[in-house]
């Protein structure tokens, strides 16, 4: 068997917006996380927006990600990064407000911020990872849990008599965002067209629209228990 050298082995090129020191990411294997942000970074470079950026993550397996870019950043309280990067890009609006998070952040303890921004059209860009579940704490029910399906909490699937129907969180947006406003789901799935959501998000903030919002679906095999096909 011939030997491959690692020189010759091709390696897809990281976002220069990258904190390389930190990769690999400490996501656990399958996570969407990883993928969520590397469209990020991509669309960041793409855009040469690198030195404007202030990037806040949340609580939950988001914090991971605190020292994921070589940008300024700054780490949150749970479900508290909405208002934060607000406050940041209120007191500089020359900057570019990055706010990321997860479906348990943003749509349960943290549901008020997010909706409010999206009322006031704040001008910066909110994303969120929705996979349907609360990965730090063991996959517990989250907003976004689906009908049926089992979690820590929910050993024999949601049940929608008990705990009603998972959130729409870019329905529930879009329906009090003003004109101005940017709001999109993408997925994991398709790569391509959830970095052109995050690209036209991060643009309508330079252009000074208002409120982005983009909802990322994501997989969590680690508390879905389930292999890479299953997932």
């Not at 390696?11 to 969407?32: A, R």
């Not at 942000?37 to 202030?54: C, N, Q, S, T």
């Not at 940041?88 to 303890?109: F, H, L, Q, S």
């Not at 909802?215 to 095999?221: D, G, Y």
């Amino acid at each position: 068997m011939q030997e491959v050298k690692k020189d010759h082995v091709l390696q897809p090129p990281m976002p220069s917006c990258w904190n390389e020191e930190t990769k690999p990411h400490k996501f656990c294997p399958g996570c969407g996380h990883g993928i969520i942000l590397k469209a990020l970074g991509e669309a960041i470079d793409e855009l040469g927006i690198k030195d404007k950026l202030v990037y806040g993550c949340d609580i939950g397996c988001s914090l991971l990600a605190w020292d994921f870019f070589a940008v300024d950043t700054v780490q949150t309280h749970h479900g508290r990064t909405t208002p934060v990067i607000t406050g940041i890009k209120r007191a500089n609006p020359e900057v570019i407000g990055v706010a990321y998070m997860g479906d348990g952040g943003g749509y349960a303890i943290g549901s008020q911020h997010l909706f409010n921004a999206a009322v006031r059209n704040e001008k910066i860009t909110v994303i969120l990872c929705n996979n349907c579940n609360y990965g730090m704490t063991g996959g517990q029910m989250a907003p976004t849990t689906l009908p049926g399906m089992k979690t820590e909490t929910t050993p024999y699937g949601r049940d929608t008599e008990q705990t009603g129907q998972p959130t729409k969180g870019p329905e529930m947006v879009a329906a009090v965002a003003p004109e101005g406003a940017y709001v999109a789901r993408g997925t994991i799935a398709n790569v391509r067209q959830l970095k052109g959501f995050l690209k036209k998000a991060l643009e309508n903030q330079i252009a000074g629209n208002g409120f982005s919002f983009i909802e990322a679906l994501a997989s969590c095999p680690t508390n879905w228990r389930t292999n890479a096909k299953q997932t």
